[in-house]
Structures are given as structure tokens and as C-alpha cells.
């Protein structure tokens, strides 16, 4: 199975608002409500932060938010703040009862 | 609440059989869950592994599927991971990992801290 793709790099100054895209297929993205998104800092496990493409955790900041369109789905961070710079990855579930990841987005913040 | 712990060896060596184990306390590994394995290669992105549920059943990255097996140890409350044929490209951290408030969803929201297994002779 092939990774979801997701761009490398998203930067964006404090306060302003970015957007994560992850791109799969109608095998997984496009076929199922099951895409979630993880945010890990450097050597830190993930942590979970939007599943079933638009539901937040428990815990998690309404600053994060999730769509889908399509065989694409996305990830919004609000009000960007210093910490929330970090690695982002989405997964889905598949056609095939697997998971895949996506291929992970640096988050800077400038 | 649910936490887990990855063990086992940090060094294996190349053709071998990594072994890990995942320790859960603070709830049962008979419960309504899917208990998975994730890894991620030094400086790469996350590569999900496989699963199993508390009867047994799995399901594989396909990418991975000939080279491994997850099993459940319900008297330990663990689950186990081995992977054979090992090469350095899976040297990495293995993640155990679960969805305890967000069953259902094929979501993680439980992670093990990780650990790190390098394969080298």
C-alpha cells in the first residue's frame, strides 16, 4: 500500500492559519470517514489530534480541525502558536482492513 | 487509564528475528480493542505495522505480511511482535499503540513511549 501523500513543509507566523492537505484514493481517503491526524514533536511519541476526519479528542485545542473532500482530507491549525510546531501525519484506514500513513508535514512556525 | 510499554532487545542482528513486547496496564487486553504496532525509521515518517484483537485475529501491512507475526498473551495482558529476516532497513522505533476513548475509529490515541531497535552486526 502506498503512503497518503502530504507536502513536506507548512509554515506560517503566529496567529495566522495553515492548512495540511493528505491526498489517497478512494481505496482509503475517499472510501471511508476513518482519516485521523497525529502531531509528534522530536522525540516524542504521536499524539492523536482529529479522528473520523473531524472529531477532536478529548483535550485537544478547537484550534485544530479536520475535513475531507474527495480523496483528499485536511487539517487545520488556527491561531498557529510556537508549540504547535511540529511533525503532522494523517492515516486511514484502507479497502484492505490495513492503515496507512500519510508521508508527514514540518510545521513551522516563523 | 491504559498505558503501554514496549521491551525487548535493542540490537538484533541482520537475517535474525526482532522480537518486541507490548505490556498493558491500567485495562485489560480482553477488552474491545485492536492493539497495533507502528515503527519509524530514524528521520522518516510512521509505518503501520499490523494489529491484532484479543481473539486472535490480525490483520498485516502488506508491504511486511510475509515477514510477520503479532500474538496476544491474555494471561500477561501483552501483545508481541516478531519480525523476521531482518535488515537495517528496520532499524527503527516500534510504537505499540491502541484506541481506548476513540475505539472503533482506527485511531491511536494510547502510544507506548517507544523503542528503539537498530539492526546491525
Known amino acids: 500500500q502506498s503512503a497518503l501523500t502530504q507536502p513536506a513543509s507548512v509554515s506560517g507566523s503566529p496567529g495566522q492559519s495553515i492548512t495540511i492537505s493528505c491526498t489517497g484514493t478512494?481505496?482509503?481517503?475517499?472510501?471511508?470517514?476513518?482519516v485521523s491526524w497525529y502531531q509528534q514533536h522530536p522525540g516524542k511519541a504521536p499524539e492523536l489530534m482529529i479522528y473520523?476526519?473531524?472529531n477532536r479528542p478529548s483535550g485537544v485545542s478547537n484550534r485544530f480541525s479536520g475535513s475531507k473532500s474527495g480523496n483528499t482530507a485536511s487539517l487545520t491549525i488556527s491561531g498557529l502558536q510556537a508549540e504547535d510546531e511540529a511533525d503532522y501525519y494523517c492515516?486511514?484506514?484502507?479497502?484492505?482492513?490495513?492503515?496507512?500513513f500519510g508521508t508527514g508535514t514540518k510545521v513551522t512556525v516563523l | 487509564q491504559v498505558q503501554l510499554q514496549e521491551s525487548g532487545p535493542g540490537l538484533v542482528k541482520p537475517s535474525g528475528t526482532l522480537s518486541l513486547t507490548c505490556a498493558v496496564s491500567?485495562?485489560?487486553?480482553?477488552?474491545?480493542?485492536?492493539w497495533s504496532w507502528v515503527r519509524q525509521p530514524p528521520g522518516k515518517g510512521l509505518e503501520w505495522i499490523g494489529e491484532?484483537?484479543?481473539?486472535?485475529?490480525?490483520n498485516y501491512n502488506p508491504s511486511l505480511k510475509s515477514r510477520v507475526t503479532i500474538s496476544v498473551d491474555k494471561s500477561k495482558n501483552h501483545f508481541s511482535l516478531k519480525l523476521s529476516s531482518v535488515t537495517a532497513a528496520d532499524t527503527a522505533v516500534y510504537y505499540c499503540?491502541?484506541?481506548?476513548?476513540?475505539?472503533?475509529?482506527?485511531?491511536?490515541?494510547?502510544w507506548g513511549q517507544g523503542t528503539m531497535v537498530t539492526v546491525s552486526s
Open positions: 491500567g485495562g485489560s487486553i480482553s477488552s474491545s480493542n485492536w
Open positions: 473520523e476526519v473531524s
Open positions: 499503540a491502541t484506541g481506548i476513548a476513540v475505539s472503533g475509529t482506527c485511531a491511536f490515541d494510547i
Open positions: 491484532i484483537y484479543h481473539s486472535g485475529s490480525t
Open positions: 492515516s486511514s484506514y484502507t479497502s484492505s482492513s490495513t492503515l496507512v
Open positions: 478512494s481505496s482509503d481517503v475517499g472510501g471511508y470517514n476513518y
